[in-house]
């Protein structure tokens, strides 16, 4: 996601309830009851309001249980944006009659935090009060940031609530990782955001009924949000928006497509999205489904990642799961790759997609990952022996007292071009590294190999 894309959907700060208008006059469509955004206004104030994660919100499940004031453990909150992260931790402290303090890690560091954790062992010390720390974008503190917390969390100067798009296991410390319990959330169902719209259309803190929404425009918007509340909220607010500067208080599908023209795509380039979806990129074109892979394919290009990267994974997966089904697919995978080099984007769009379908379509094979690897296997288990002597140079002085090259057969002399002759060292005679499959070109090779085979190894004359 771009620093544009979460500027537009991130929340500012919020402590208690909004506060009241400076002016009498009546708030219009999209303002709601004040000046902050619908989707701040729309923040649960209890745990009944949150909508989605019952996973973790059941009777007695750990969130639960924390939220209500039992069993303070800090937490690490991991899960796509629009979730919930900030509204649970901000509940977590009031439920509790905790103290919250809010920091993010793209604008704070090691002096932000001990200046918390020291008004944190004021607080509780001079009024027995705790601290809820909440830190969001964790990941994004370095490892010594990250060890700076370490003291107040054993000690329980702080109960920390991180919150994090990305996998804590690669991006949390272990100190800290072991000190906290992690919670996953997972994006909001489209039933889920449905609740949420239809909410906030109607509450008073949301659009109180000012407006209505048509079932197309209720069906753009949950597409919209791809799972995240916040989205959801904010679509909707530019939404009722742009139906009331036209006087209008029905939301249709062409004032929704008016006010936000494009969704915008969840992939972060340097987290788990970004390897989620090249990992669904790669699997569907090892599975023959160019539907799918041009669908992944567009996504990480509207997302911004970048086209060599995509063009390097072509080129890899022309040879691990085509290879010789379909010799062609390589040579296409390099040209789009050099295509992304000479004319770049958005032209090489094309190109990438025509590699996709390619490789996609294409008769597949692992036989030649499958050879290298277990050849290379074997060399490091120290299956390598002596190369035979007559393979050995032996064009320099005194090669042929060593009988190096001696007794060597030019495949060239005899009509075949193919000879009995022992190749690989005396351990690994014998051992077939390359099974080629019946897909594809590969089916001629399958019966070319058993020939090959058979001649140079003496089976047959």
């Not at 705790?130 to 000690?155: K, N």
């Not at 002596?386 to 090669?399: D, K, Q, S």
């Amino acid at each position: 996601m771009t620093t544009e894309e979460q500027g537009l959907f991130e929340l500012p700060a919020f402590d208690g309830p909004p506060p009241p208008p400076s002016s009498p006059r009546p708030a219009e469509p999209g303002q709601g009851r004040g000046a902050a955004p619908l989707a701040v206004r729309m923040r649960p104030r209890s745990l009944d309001e949150v909508v989605g994660q019952t996973h973790l919100l059941t009777p007695g499940a750990p969130l639960r249980r924390l939220a209500e004031g039992e069993g303070a453990v800090s937490v690490l909150l991991y899960g796509p944006p629009g979730t919930g992260k900030t509204t649970l931790a901000r509940l977590i402290a009031t439920v509790g009659g905790w103290h919250f303090v809010g920091l993010s890690a793209l604008s704070s560091g090691v002096k932000e935090l001990r200046e918390v954790i020291q008004e944190s062992r004021g607080r509780r010390d001079r009024h027995g009060r705790q601290t809820v720390l909440f830190i969001d974008e964790v990941h994004r503190f370095s490892r010594t940031q990250q060890d700076a917390l370490l003291g107040a969390v054993e000690d329980g100067l702080v109960l920390l609530v991180a919150a994090t798009t990305e996998n804590p296991s690669f991006s949390v410390v272990s100190p800290l990782l072991s000190r906290s319990l992690v919670l996953p959330l997972q994006a909001l169902a489209d039933d889920e955001i449905r609740e949420l719209l239809c909410r906030a259309v109607t509450d008073p803190r949301g659009l109180d009924s000012s407006v209505s929404l048509s079932a197309e425009a209720e069906d753009d918007l949950v597409r919209l949000a791809a799972g995240d509340a916040r989205r959801a909220l904010t679509a909707l607010e530019a939404a009722a928006e742009g139906a009331a500067a036209t006087g209008g208080s029905v939301v249709e599908a062409s004032t929704v497509e008016q006010a936000v023209t494009e969704a915008m795509v969840r992939y972060d380039r340097q987290g788990d999205q970004h390897y989620d979806v090249i990992s669904a990129f790669i699997k569907s074109i090892r599975g023959s489904d160019p539907d799918a892979a041009l669908h992944y394919l567009a996504r990480m290009l509207v997302a911004g990642e970048d086209p060599r990267y995509i063009a390097r994974r072509l080129v890899v997966h022309a040879s691990e799961d085509v290879g010789l089904a379909d010799p062609a697919a390589l040579q296409t995978a390099v040209a789009a790759a050099q295509a992304v080099e000479l004319i770049g984007m958005p032209e090489a769009r094309l190109s990438l997609a025509q590699a996709t379908v390619h490789l996609a379509t294409a008769p597949k094979s692992n036989a030649l990952i499958t050879a290298i690897d277990e050849a290379m296997a074997d060399v490091r288990r120290g299956a390598v022996g002596e190369v035979p002597a007559h393979l050995r140079y032996g064009r320099y002085a005194g090669a042929k007292k060593l009988g190096n090259s001696v007794g060597y057969r030019y495949p060239h002399a005899v009509p075949d071009g193919v000879l009995a002759q022992q190749y690989p060292p005396d351990g690994l005679v014998g051992k077939d590294y390359y099974r080629p499959t019946q897909h594809g070109e590969e089916r001629a090779v399958h019966k070319r190999m058993a020939k090959l085979r058979r001649v140079t190894r003496g089976e047959e004359q």
